[in-house]
């Protein structure tokens, strides 16, 4: 079952302010209908409903639920329907906070039940209000699809009563909905009307939310920029309505995004801007705290925060100043979840600054504090992770037997209500904690849970935590690699087909398959194809699992005609073989590195591929499927160099690459001069959102020669190629193949991975809409999409993911694309030559092999011939 996250840095809670503003309006719907409704003893009804707003508020759930129910008991025993049913709609929502599905699914039926007997208007938005609530249940237990079509009823309703505020709130959920079923563009062009609607209102404490809640969602999608536009307009609009506590939410969430920000250029390895964006996230916090004066929450919020963004900067001076601050306030907060939260907030940060003047002692007794309140309050979820993170902390001071305990205790409270999206971070933690005390079997196993947790949320992961996306390789991957590791250090690891290679080979899939999944913040295709039965019908094909760990490079190969999985060990640290990837990758695009990149490509061959050549040669493979690992996707296979043989892969083997599981089932491709090809491409020096694109003077004869071989085609060039153009193109007709000669770029940042048309930067998701138009299982596969003038960002060292990420949701079988630009005649030289191969019915791995010796032949340069990979479908 899926659950919303119970968040403990506090921005987190912005994707699900709807809850919260569901339960006031709620009440206040109450109050409309008192009025005009004879109840008995109104008063005291009146005052059970307010004091479990305000319980609710405070996050005193258990509580809030007693009141709940006494009042749902008094309005019951009134015959009062319509308050019956709000107070049941805001008791699913207290059930809900308590992790309590079940309740919580009784009563918003009920409430709903109720509300459908009803027919004035007063009933309509009460109904509608509900239905919200049933929306937010259902996207919590993963009804991805049933929260969305909840909530469009619920904006009919709203449309009709012209309540604006509660239709911008409504569409907002659905477009994250749409978002977590991967429909980009429907909640692209969902949140564009909540911005339009915003825009024409008037200045008001309505438009500056709106505006926020929209710059929140925008954020958790990966638009980091539009977030930041849409929420200094918020910023706007509260100060010219003097709302200050509207003011200091947007400012706290404007120092989320730039936080964010902050995550994204380190990615790119750009470390001026990541400081720029420090400051900035910095300014934003302390302006936040410092307006926040008639909110105390924001104001420790926007501290906590600002002391996480110092600790995480090694910034130790100003984060010590903020301590007797923080202190303070937190010890005047009244029992509630939220004075758990933020005292685990703290106390993680808190347990960063050990070294620097914080004692391990005062850390633990913050956190004890928490375990208390957290007890008190009944609430188990809250007391599961107040429980893991001071069993963490153990787990930091060495001692392993109290930490054990504490883990084991928070384990038992996070099963008890179903919650794996804290529950695999502690059977982590429990395999870290026994794998130190050297029990690896026990520590495995630990590792598992952990991993079938992820996989139990795979779905749901980014929706419930939006901060993933940005902590990925912190909280999530070291998971998949940690468990990996112990798979192979187990002691029967030394026969040649153990079931701890199959799992490590199943694992290394999943972390690809987790990858992709957040780069595009929701998930990705299903897996389709049983490799291994794929392998058994391809006799001269192998699948080879690279797998880079701490201190060594694994390799997994499972041949055809046997059932064995061998491994290969090769004792080279992870830092030195990635240092040597880097330099390669940094070298390869440049025409004049050619002996460096074959010194540097000999050594990657000596490491990957000598320790399984006798393998390779014993049973007769022409054909290399690589399911690549980390870094090792930034770089063609292609290129790694037998100095014995002196030859490079390519020119013994057909090479292809396969991320993970995402493999469309894979057929032969048909001649291909019965092919129907869109070809389009920019060949003229442009000038788009402020990026400088040179002219790429080949782009004609190589769209000539790609005519020249297949039956027919459209041709889109220069300024007929646009994003209108091409998307009538490719819902109008059936192409199989889909040929662009453009710049383009991948990048693990989303907002960065594009492809230029004549007017704008096409980004990633927008392509993905668009080639799916017609829909993968229709008559009109794309077979092969050609992407044949992009490159990786420079200094990105996952670039390749967006690679990935574009292959894998592109919807055509095959990908060909350069990790470089080379504007050469060779370029147009090789495609010419990759479609008359094509044509002469080989492989589509066989025909780039023969394309890229060809080329070779000519121009031994890897400058040349070597920037081609192919992903998907090597048949």
Same mark, same amino acid.
């Given at each position: 079952?899926?659950?919303?996250?119970?968040?403990?840095?506090?921005y987190?809670f912005?994707?699900?302010?709807?809850?919260?503003?569901?339960?006031?309006?709620?009440k206040?719907?109450?109050?409309?209908?008192?009025?005009?409704?004879?109840?008995?003893n109104?008063?005291?009804?009146?005052?059970?409903?307010?004091?479990s707003?305000?319980?609710?508020?405070?996050g005193?759930?258990?509580e809030?639920?007693?009141?709940?129910?006494?009042?749902?008991?008094?309005?019951?025993?009134?015959?009062?329907?319509?308050?019956?049913?709000?107070?049941?709609?805001n008791?699913?929502?207290?059930?809900?906070q308590?992790?309590k599905?079940?309740?919580?699914?009784?009563?918003?039926?009920?409430?709903i039940?109720?509300?459908?007997?009803?027919?004035?208007?007063?009933?309509?938005?009460?109904?509608?209000?509900?239905?919200?609530v049933?929306?937010?249940?259902e996207?919590?237990?993963?009804?991805?699809?049933?929260?969305?079509?909840?909530?469009?009823?619920? *904006? %009919?309703?709203?449309? !009709? +009563?012209?309540?604006?505020?509660? &239709?911008? $709130?409504?569409? @907002?959920? /659905?477009?994250?909905?749409?978002q977590?079923?991967?429909?980009?563009?429907?909640?692209?062009?969902?949140?564009?009307?909540?911005?339009?609607?915003?825009?024409?209102?008037?200045d008001?404490?309505?438009?500056a939310?709106?505006?926020?809640?929209?710059?929140?969602?925008?954020?958790?999608?990966?638009?980091?920029?539009?977030?930041?536009?849409i929420l200094?307009?918020?910023?706007?609009?509260?100060?010219?309505?003097?709302?200050?506590?509207?003011?200091?939410?947007?400012?706290?969430?404007?120092?989320?995004?730039?936080?964010?920000k902050?995550?994204?250029?380190?990615?790119l390895?750009?470390?001026?801007?990541?400081?720029?964006?420090?400051?900035?996230a910095?300014?934003?916090?302390?302006?936040?705290?410092?307006?926040?004066? *008639? %909110?105390?929450?924001? !104001? +420790?919020?926007?501290?906590?925060? &600002?002391? $996480?963004?110092? @600790?995480? /900067?090694?910034?130790?001076?100003?984060?010590?100043?903020?301590?007797?601050?923080?202190?303070?306030?937190?010890?005047?907060?009244?029992?509630?979840?939220?004075?758990?939260?933020?005292?685990?907030?703290?106390?993680?940060?808190?347990s960063?600054?050990?070294?620097?003047?914080?004692?391990?002692?005062?850390?633990?007794?913050?956190?004890a504090?928490?375990?208390?309140?957290?007890?008190?309050?009944?609430?188990e979820?809250?007391?599961?992770?107040?429980?893991?993170?001071?069993?963490?902390?153990y787990?930091?001071?060495?001692?392993?037997?109290?930490?054990?305990?504490?883990?084991?205790?928070?384990?038992?409270?996070?099963?008890?209500?179903?919650?794996?999206?804290?529950?695999?971070?502690?059977?982590?933690?429990?395999?870290?904690?026994?794998?130190?005390?050297?029990?690896?079997p026990?520590?495995?196993?630990?590792?598992?849970?952990?991993?079938?947790?992820?996989?139990?949320?795979?779905?749901?992961?980014?929706?419930?935590?939006?901060?993933?996306?940005?902590s990925?390789?912190?909280?999530?991957?070291?998971v998949y690699?940690?468990?990996?590791d112990?798979?192979?250090q187990?002691?029967?690891?030394?026969?040649?087909?153990?079931?701890?290679?199959?799992?490590?080979?199943?694992?290394?899939?999943?972390?690809?398959?987790?990858?992709?999944?957040?780069?595009?913040?929701?998930?990705?295709?299903?897996?389709?194809v049983?490799?291994?039965?794929?392998?058994?019908?391809?006799?001269?094909?192998?699948?080879?699992?690279?797998?880079?760990?701490?201190?060594?490079?694994?390799?997994?190969?499972?041949?055809?005609?046997?059932?064995?999985?061998?491994?290969?060990?090769?004792?080279?640290?992870?830092?030195?073989?990635?240092?040597?990837?880097?330099?390669?990758?940094?070298?390869?695009?440049?025409?004049?590195?050619?002996?460096?990149?074959?010194?540097?490509s000999?050594?990657?061959y000596?490491?990957?591929?000598?320790?399984?050549?006798?393998?390779?040669?014993?049973?007769?493979?022409?054909?290399?499927?690589?399911?690549?690992?980390?870094?090792?996707?930034?770089?063609p296979?292609?290129?790694?160099?037998?100095?014995?043989?002196?030859?490079?892969?390519?020119?013994?083997?057909?090479?292809s690459?396969?991320?993970?599981?995402?493999?469309?089932?894979?057929?032969?491709?048909?001649n291909?001069?019965?092919?129907?090809?869109?070809?389009?491409?920019?060949?003229?020096?442009?000038?788009?959102?402020?990026?400088?694109?040179?002219?790429?003077?080949?782009?004609?004869?190589?769209?000539k020669l790609v005519?020249s071989?297949?039956k027919?085609?459209?041709?889109?060039?220069?300024?007929?190629?646009?994003?209108?153009?091409?998307?009538?193109?490719i819902?109008?007709?059936?192409?199989?193949?889909?040929?662009?000669?453009?710049?383009g770029?991948?990048?693990?940042?989303?907002?960065?991975?594009?492809?230029?048309?004549?007017?704008?930067?096409?980004?990633?998701r927008?392509?993905?809409?668009?080639?799916?138009?017609?829909?993968?299982?229709?008559?009109?596969?794309?077979?092969?999409?050609?992407?044949?003038?992009?490159?990786?960002?420079?200094?990105?060292?996952?670039?390749?993911?967006?690679?990935?990420?574009?292959?894998?949701?592109?919807?055509?079988?095959?990908?060909?694309a350069?990790?470089w630009?080379?504007?050469?005649?060779?370029?147009?030289?090789?495609?010419?030559?990759?479609?008359?191969?094509l044509?002469?019915?080989?492989?589509k791995?066989?025909?780039?092999?023969?394309?890229?010796?060809?080329?070779?032949?000519?121009?031994?340069?890897p400058?040349?011939?070597?920037?081609?990979?192919l992903?998907?479908?090597?048949?």
């Amino acid at each position: 079952m899926t659950v919303l996250l119970c968040t403990f840095l506090p921005y987190f809670f912005d994707s699900f302010n709807y809850l919260t503003a569901a339960f006031a309006k709620s009440k206040v719907g109450f109050d409309s209908v008192l009025a005009t409704t004879p109840v008995v003893n109104p008063t005291q009804t009146s005052s059970l409903v307010q004091q479990s707003q305000a319980l609710y508020e405070a996050g005193q759930f258990v509580e809030g639920v007693q009141l709940l129910k006494k009042a749902v008991a008094e309005f019951k025993a009134t015959n009062d329907v319509l308050n019956e049913a709000i107070a049941l709609s805001n008791l699913s929502l207290a059930y809900q906070q308590l992790g309590k599905w079940q309740e919580a699914t009784e009563a918003i039926t009920q409430s709903i039940k109720i509300l459908q007997t009803l027919k004035d208007v007063n009933s309509s938005q009460i109904f509608a209000q509900a239905l919200d609530v049933r929306g937010g249940l259902e996207l919590a237990q993963g009804q991805t699809e049933a929260a969305l079509s909840t909530w469009q009823e619920a *904006a %009919k309703i709203y449309q !009709r +009563l012209d309540d604006i505020s509660a &239709l911008i $709130r409504d569409r @907002v959920n /659905q477009a994250q909905a749409m978002q977590t079923l991967g429909n980009y563009l429907q909640a692209d062009k969902t949140l564009t009307s909540v911005r339009e609607i915003l825009q024409k209102q008037p200045d008001s404490p309505v438009k500056a939310t709106g505006l926020y809640n929209l710059g929140n969602v925008r954020r958790s999608l990966g638009y980091l920029n539009d977030s930041c536009t849409i929420l200094e307009e918020s910023y706007s609009v509260a100060i010219r309505v003097k709302d200050a506590i509207a003011q200091s939410n947007a400012l706290l969430s404007l120092g989320n995004t730039a936080r964010a920000k902050i995550y994204a250029q380190l990615s790119l390895a750009n470390s001026s801007s990541a400081k720029d964006c420090t400051q900035t996230a910095i300014q934003y916090y302390q302006q936040a705290a410092q307006i926040a004066s *008639a %909110k105390p929450t924001v !104001r +420790l919020q926007a501290q906590l925060n &600002l002391l $996480r963004l110092l @600790v995480e /900067q090694k910034e130790f001076s100003p984060a010590k100043a903020l301590l007797p601050q923080i202190q303070s306030q937190i010890n005047t907060l009244p029992p509630s979840r939220t004075a758990v939260n933020y005292r685990i907030n703290f106390a993680q940060s808190l347990s960063k600054m050990t070294q620097n003047s914080v004692q391990p002692k005062d850390v633990a007794k913050m956190l004890a504090q928490a375990v208390q309140v957290a007890k008190s309050l009944k609430d188990e979820r809250t007391e599961s992770y107040a429980l893991g993170t001071l069993g963490g902390l153990y787990e930091q001071s060495g001692q392993l037997a109290d930490a054990k305990s504490l883990t084991q205790q928070a384990l038992a409270k996070a099963e008890s209500v179903d919650a794996q999206d804290i529950a695999y971070q502690w059977h982590w933690q429990m395999g870290r904690i026994l794998q130190k005390q050297s029990n690896i079997p026990a520590a495995t196993a630990a590792y598992n849970q952990a991993y079938n947790a992820l996989k139990s949320l795979r779905n749901d992961l980014i929706a419930i935590n939006p901060d993933v996306q940005f902590s990925f390789r912190e909280s999530v991957e070291p998971v998949y690699r940690q468990y990996v590791d112990l798979l192979l250090q187990l002691p029967e690891n030394t026969l040649q087909k153990p079931d701890n290679l199959v799992q490590a080979r199943q694992v290394i899939e999943s972390l690809q398959l987790a990858e992709l999944d957040n780069f595009f913040r929701s998930p990705c295709l299903l897996p389709r194809v049983d490799l291994d039965q794929l392998v058994e019908k391809q006799k001269s094909t192998v699948v080879i699992y690279p797998i880079i760990l701490d201190n060594r490079l694994e390799i997994i190969t499972r041949l055809p005609g046997q059932d064995a999985i061998y491994r290969k060990t090769t004792k080279v640290p992870k830092d030195v073989l990635e240092n040597v990837v880097e330099k390669l990758r940094k070298d390869l695009p440049i025409v004049s590195r050619g002996p460096d990149v074959k010194q540097r490509s000999q050594q990657l061959y000596d490491w990957l591929i000598k320790p399984i050549e006798s393998d390779l040669a014993n049973a007769d493979i022409t054909s290399l499927v690589f399911v690549l690992d980390g870094s090792l996707r930034n770089i063609p296979m292609a290129i790694l160099y037998d100095k014995k043989q002196q030859k490079y892969l390519i020119e013994k083997y057909a090479i292809s690459l396969m991320p993970g599981l995402q493999l469309l089932d894979p057929k032969p491709l048909q001649n291909v001069r019965r092919l129907n090809a869109l070809i389009a491409g920019v060949e003229q020096e442009r000038l788009i959102e402020g990026k400088s694109f040179p002219k790429l003077s080949n782009v004609t004869q190589e769209l000539k020669l790609v005519q020249s071989e297949v039956k027919s085609s459209k041709e889109l060039l220069n300024q007929e190629f646009t994003e209108a153009n091409l998307q009538k193109q490719i819902q109008s007709t059936s192409f199989s193949v889909v040929h662009l000669a453009t710049h383009g770029q991948f990048s693990s940042d989303i907002e960065q991975t594009y492809i230029l048309t004549w007017d704008r930067l096409l980004r990633v998701r927008e392509l993905d809409n668009l080639l799916r138009a017609r829909g993968e299982n229709r008559r009109g596969t794309i077979e092969l999409l050609v992407l044949s003038a992009c490159k990786t960002a420079t200094g990105d060292k996952r670039a390749a993911l967006g690679l990935a990420g574009v292959a894998v949701r592109a919807g055509a079988r095959s990908t060909l694309a350069t990790l470089w630009t080379a504007d050469d005649k060779s370029t147009s030289d090789f495609m010419g030559e990759l479609y008359r191969q094509l044509d002469a019915g080989v492989t589509k791995a066989q025909a780039l092999q023969r394309a890229q010796l060809a080329i070779l032949a000519k121009q031994n340069r890897p400058y040349f011939w070597a920037p081609y990979v192919l992903i998907g479908n090597w048949l």
